[in-house]
């Protein structure tokens, strides 16, 4: 079982470029949501989406948007990263009111 | 606004020794209570959970004990063992309610041999 993929797994940008993070679910989960984890910060809600279509601001959304591709895929784009944009990208799935949030395994951004 | 608050940051504890993280919470209305487990290079998995109707959850050599009236909830790992050195997240939110839930700091847990 795959669960939740993402991809890359490491990246270095210098400020001002752009990039997409990428994020497959194959547990046919509803929901999806993108994190971001610091340190002394614990894990942040950057956006979520509850179902294929839909897509909402978390805690720490500036600087970034999303796209629901189809129930599997939910992106994360950086339109001009910023080095406060450095840090550990983490895509998490669940199905609609479960109690259990399925990670990925992360991505590492170095913004320079 | 840190509606849940997560202490040690980091600990140290002996091999057979029990490792406590305590977390506190601000909403009363909250009434699910997960910990995340995190290995190094790896993202969070739940490890164990709780609400608010009991005061004890064992699973284990991990436990939760809870305590509303102090709205405040702690993680015991007895017997503490090498494999289980990461970082322990608690987290609290509405059942269902990924979408606003509050994570704790991390506790970054090393059990020494």
């Known amino acids: 079982n795959a669960g939740v993929t993402q991809t890359p797994k490491f990246q270095v940008l210098k400020t001002g470029q752009s990039m997409t993070l990428q994020c497959a679910q194959d547990m046919n989960h509803n929901s999806m949501y993108w994190y971001r984890q610091d340190p002394g910060m614990g894990l942040r809600l950057i956006y979520y989406?509850?179902?294929?279509?839909?897509?909402d601001k978390g805690e720490v959304p500036n600087g970034y948007n999303v796209s629901r591709l189809n129930k599997r895929e939910f992106s994360l784009r950086l339109e001009s990263a910023a080095p406060s944009q450095t840090s550990v990208y983490f895509c998490a799935s669940n199905r609609a009111g479960g109690e259990k949030l399925f990670f990925g395994s992360g991505t590492q951004l170095s913004v320079l | 606004q840190q509606q849940v608050k997560q202490s040690p940051q980091s600990l140290i504890v002996q091999k057979g020794g029990i490792s406590i993280i305590n977390c506190a919470y601000e909403n009363t209305a909250f009434d699910y209570f997960p910990w995340y487990q995190q290995f190094p290079g790896k993202g969070p998995a739940l490890l164990i959970a709780?609400?608010?109707?009991?005061s004890e959850k064992k699973e284990g050599r991990f436990t939760i004990s809870f305590n509303k009236s102090a709205k405040q909830f702690s993680l015991h790992i007895m017997d503490s063992q090498p494999g289980d050195s990461a970082t322990y997240f608690c987290?609290?939110?509405?059942?269902?309610?990924?979408?606003?839930?509050?994570f704790g700091i991390g506790t970054k847990l090393q059990v020494i041999p």
């Open positions: 989406s509850a179902s294929e279509g839909t897509t």
């Open positions: 987290a609290a939110l509405l059942s269902g309610g990924y979408q606003k839930v509050t």
């Open positions: 709780i609400r608010p109707d009991v």
